[in-house]
């Protein structure tokens, strides 16, 4: 009885693939929850061709344009859905990034960093929005992994909470263009992102001391082993402790968290599930333990839970692998890596 969450990811027409599947969700490790559930990607308009579309528009020659050396005469009109104007048609001589307001936080994204945002993607030509999240009234989550190169060159190493101005050649967008979406071949693309959220690859913070009678933790091979203190009797009532404590948002009822996490026996200290990989869902599909030993804590800390069978596995597993018996104690090590809360 493996419990499986599905990591959160958002078909978008920035996707890499230009034909297939475009949404990066991928199913993960076991997780303590207690019916199988997946976060369901947001739908947005396809540019993807269909099987049914077995002729491409005749191509229409790309406009002859002296390409900028930056992003000066974009200009940005502020709204809940902001515009961009520019006089076209438009394209840029290499992909670069111009930040319009930089975020606050300490935390920086990466090359593989799943990121939440609001975007518009303009087309460099027509001056027309091809895809726009503002305009679709929910952000997006997906990971930079996943996404057109230039997309994740203009976002590496910014800031969450900026706003960030990409500008892209034709080879790091659609270099061979996109019909569905009125994108022909060798066109520049513009990108307008607010940059609203991003996991965490690992714990970050500061480092807590264990409480008395609890497991430690230590890590091997970069993964978490626990140490169970001896003749100390498995507690009948969850106790909960953060080992990092992290600068992130805070776990509500209502969140959805991105962890990644190991368990183990508090009878032998065995390690019982390995998910030490990123994966996400709602916090209200999960074990008892984890909805009361969450709540509360920040997003970038390392959680230690103490979880009695009452909030776990009353009647253990017998059909899990390896099996879990009836009446037992587990010790969670959990990476709360990101934290997604519902406006409002």
């Keep these: 009885m493996r419990r499986v969450l599905a990591t959160v990811g958002i078909a978008s027409l920035i996707a890499l693939s230009a034909c297939g599947s475009d949404d990066p969700s991928a199913e993960s490790e076991v997780n303590p929850t207690e019916s199988v559930t997946t976060t369901p990607a947001e739908e947005s308009p396809s540019v993807e061709p269909t099987e049914t579309e077995s002729a491409?528009?005749?191509?229409?020659?790309?406009?002859?344009?002296?390409?900028?050396?930056?992003?000066?005469?974009?200009?940005?009109?502020?709204?809940?859905?902001?515009?961009?104007?520019?006089?076209?048609?438009?394209?840029?001589?290499?992909?670069?990034?111009?930040?319009?307001?930089?975020?606050?936080?300490?935390?920086?994204?990466?090359?593989?960093?799943?990121?939440?945002?609001?975007?518009?993607?303009?087309?460099?030509?027509?001056?027309?929005?091809?895809?726009?999240?503002?305009?679709?009234?929910?952000?997006?989550?997906?990971?930079?992994?996943?996404?057109?190169?230039?997309?994740?060159?203009?976002?590496?190493?910014?800031?969450?909470?900026?706003?960030?101005?990409?500008?892209?050649?034709?080879?790091?967008?659609?270099?061979?263009?996109?019909?569905?979406?009125?994108?022909?071949?060798?066109?520049?693309?513009?990108?307008?992102?607010?940059?609203?959220?991003?996991?965490?690859?690992?714990?970050?913070?500061?480092?807590?001391?264990?409480?008395?009678?609890?497991?430690?933790?230590?890590?091997?091979?970069?993964?978490?082993?626990?140490?169970?203190?001896?003749?100390?009797?498995?507690?009948?009532?969850?106790?909960?402790?953060?080992?990092?404590?992290?600068?992130?948002?805070?776990v509500t009822a209502e969140s959805t968290i991105q962890v990644q996490y190991r368990a183990f026996n508090y009878a032998d200290g065995a390690l019982w599930q390995d998910a030490w990989a990123p994966q996400a869902g709602k916090l209200s599909s999960l074990i008892e333990g984890w909805k009361q030993g969450l709540v509360g804590q920040t997003a970038g800390s390392r959680m230690l839970l103490v979880v009695p069978p009452a909030l776990g596995f009353p009647d253990g597993l017998p059909n899990a692998e390896p099996p879990l018996e009836a009446g037992q104690t587990l010790v969670y090590v959990i990476d709360i890596l990101d934290v997604q809360n519902p406006e409002g």
């Design 56 to 250: 491409v528009p005749e191509e229409s020659p790309t406009p002859e344009v002296t390409p900028a050396t930056d992003l000066s005469g974009v200009e940005v009109v502020d709204g809940d859905v902001p515009e961009l104007t520019f006089e076209t048609p438009w394209a840029i001589d290499e992909t670069q990034a111009q930040v319009l307001k930089e975020g606050e936080s300490a935390q920086t994204l990466t090359d593989t960093s799943v990121v939440t945002i609001n975007y518009m993607g303009v087309n460099g030509i027509t001056g027309d929005v091809f895809d726009s999240s503002f305009e679709r009234g929910t952000p997006a989550t997906f990971s930079l992994e996943q996404v057109v190169p230039g997309f994740q060159k203009g976002l590496s190493g910014q800031k969450v909470g900026s706003r960030v101005l990409i500008g892209m050649v034709p080879e790091d967008g659609y270099g061979d263009g996109n019909p569905n979406a009125g994108i022909e071949p060798g066109t520049s693309l513009l990108f307008l992102v607010d940059i609203l959220s991003s996991n965490f690859s690992e714990a970050t913070g500061e480092e807590v001391a264990p409480a008395e009678g609890m497991p430690t933790v230590a890590l091997t091979d970069g993964k978490p082993t626990v140490t169970i203190p001896a003749g100390v009797e498995a507690p009948t009532e969850l106790r909960a402790q953060p080992v990092i404590k992290g600068p992130g948002a805070e």
